[in-house]
């Protein structure tokens, strides 16, 4: 079974662009999570899905966006980028959103703005 | 107070000793908790869940004390590949991550 992918692996962007992360959950997974991780620092929260719809939002600005499709693949897409995106972007995997359900990790893109 | 609270370390100690982490929680983080081990640039990875009063895997040992909102993890016999970052969670709906304690494993 594949396990989370995330693509693109790497990417380097110049301030103000646009950027689209995408992530496939674990098959029979319906449930996505968005981190964002600095380096030093633990995963922080950004975003959840589950069924499709958003379940919790963390801290960030209205420049961060996402959405699950059908097949309960992700995207988290931040527009005018600022120095400060630069980080691992981390997708989480679980079956479902209670907090009993454990989470898997993509390998995560790391995002370099310029 | 955080969510979810971590020394940062690191703590350095040697090769084939025992090392212990703690982990202090808020109220609203809590429903369920686990330890991820995070190495340098990769993605966490799953270590364990720690349900009601713990639970061992082999060498590693997760305890929960629901009444001090604390979580730990013991290390045995420590390997120079135990060295990691290892992310204490706590999953309620959302997933909250400590900071991570930094862990160096001497020869």
């Known amino acids: 079974d594949a396990g989370v992918t995330q693509s693109p692996t790497h990417l380097i962007k110049t301030r103000g662009q646009q950027v689209t992360l995408r992530c496939s959950p674990i098959s029979g997974h319906k449930s996505v999570s968005w981190y964002q991780q600095v380096l030093g620092q633990g995963p922080q929260f950004i975003f959840q899905?589950?069924?499709?719809?958003e379940r919790g939002r963390g801290n960030f600005p209205d420049r961060f966006s996402a959405r699950q499709f059908p097949n309960y693949s992700s995207e988290l897409n931040v527009n005018a980028l600022l120095l400060g995106d630069s980080a691992l972007y981390l997708c989480?995997?679980?079956w479902g959103q209670g907090g009993r359900t454990e989470a898997f990790f993509g390998q995560g893109t790391r995002l370099t703005v310029v | 107070r955080k969510e979810v609270e971590q020394d940062p370390g690191p703590f350095n100690v040697p090769e084939g000793a025992t090392v212990a982490f703690n982990c202090t929680y808020s109220n609203s983080a809590s429903q369920s908790f686990f330890w991820y081990r995070q190495d340098c640039r990769k993605e966490p990875k799953l270590l364990m869940s720690?349900?009601?009063s713990g639970n061992e895997d082999g060498r590693f040992t997760a305890q929960l004390n629901r009444a001090s909102q604390y979580i730990s993890l013991l290390i045995r016999d420590s390997k120079l590949s135990d060295s990691a970052t290892y992310l204490c969670v706590g999953a309620r709906v959302k997933i909250i991550f400590g900071k991570g304690t930094r862990l160096h494993i001497l020869p």
């Open positions: 989480a995997s679980r």
């Open positions: 720690v349900y009601s």
């Open positions: 899905y589950y069924e499709k719809e």
